[in-house]
């Protein structure tokens, strides 16, 4: 899981914090949402374009290509927000997505080993769905394998820990968050002034 938080910094902040304390706890947190509010539609928007094109494990997997697994489209619906007066924070509930921003180590925690699908058959799978779905799975040494169609197939190598390398291109760039945020003040002050006049 991942965080983003909208701050405010330098004259503009100065002076949103100063229309804060007049606004009150309701006016913070109204505030708050229009500036989240556009940072999360933009992330959403962003990994739902990034799961139209990134196909390459499922591609290029032997004996693939393989059946997708819509990781992308889910950490796309994992997608919330959440606005106090305090604060507004964008959230993605997407297990390995905190590798957009850094390189992420994942280690056996509870189980012997960890399976990484390197077949077709067994990408976006795990042991018991497969065999749920008649396949026999084995061991040998350091990999599971099965006798499908007639062939020997390695299925999963086992790993102690993995390292998946950092995708920075999995969100918008922080820059580009900045201004969706600073958009949505600025229309709400807009708006706010408009009816006023």
């Given amino acids: 899981m991942i965080s983003v938080r909208a701050t405010v910094q330098g004259d503009a902040g100065k002076m949103l914090q100063a229309l804060a304390r007049e606004l009150g706890p309701a006016g913070r947190a109204k505030l708050n949402e229009a500036a989240t509010h556009p940072v999360a539609v933009q992330i959403r928007g962003h990994i739902l374009e990034a799961s139209q094109t990134r196909h390459s ?11 997708r697994t819509g990781h992308l489209l889910k950490a796309a619906e994992s997608v919330s927000e959440t606005v106090t007066a305090d604060a507004g924070e964008v959230t993605i509930s997407s297990p390995g997505f ?26 976006g799978e795990t042991v018991k769905t497969l065999r749920a779905r008649g396949i026999s799975v084995f061991r040998r040494k350091s990999y599971l394998a099965t006798r499908h169609d007639g062939q020997f197939r390695v299925l999963f ?8 390398k950092h995708d920075p291109g999995l969100m918008p760039k922080p820059e580009e968050m900045a201004e969706q945020a600073k958009a949505g003040l600025l229309d709400l002050v807009k708006k706010i002034l408009g009816e006023a006049a």
């Fill in 157 to 164: 190598l086992l790993r102690y820990e993995v390292t998946l």
């Fill in 57 to 67: 494990t499922a591609d290029n997997i032997r004996r693939g290509p393989a059946t």
């Fill in 98 to 123: 905190r590798r957009a921003l850094g390189p992420l180590n994942i280690r056996v925690r509870e189980k012997q080993f960890l399976t990484i699908p390197v077949d077709a058959l067994s990408y």
